[in-house]
């Protein structure tokens, strides 16, 4: 009996596996939270500079579509986002805004969103 228990050591090293096992488990699950926050800030990013671009572009809504999607663009960058889309629908100016996220290493994708606002008549 070498250990006390009267196998010689036959177990040794079992909870050091074990222990990487939940390590790396931990560690993953930590990447995937990493990589959903860094997606959803980047959804609500898209939101804001589609928000903002759409009411920007609202403002110039009666001086024409160029005049209002410049506009919207400009705002759209200010706010951390690529204008991809805009298009007047009457008094109303629709923006729709890219922003890129990575949310882990080696992947990159593209939050967009897509916002309306208007002059009222009256």
Do not use: Y
């Amino acid at each position: 009996m070498i250990n006390g228990w009267g196998n010689q050591g036959a177990e040794h090293g079992g909870a050091t596996v074990c222990l990487l096992a939940v390590g790396l488990v931990l560690v993953l699950v930590g990447l995937l939270g990493a990589g959903l926050g860094a997606a959803r800030c980047a959804r609500h990013q898209a939101r804001n500079a589609a928000d903002f671009g759409a009411l920007a572009g609202a403002g110039r809504a009666l001086e024409g579509a160029d005049a209002a999607c410049g506009r919207a663009a400009d705002l759209a960058a200010a706010n951390g986002g690529r204008l991809t889309a805009c298009r007047l629908d009457g008094f109303d100016v629709v923006v729709t805004t890219e922003v890129k996220v990575a949310p882990l290493p080696g992947l990159t994708r593209a939050a967009t969103a897509t916002s309306r606002a208007g002059l009222t008549r009256g």
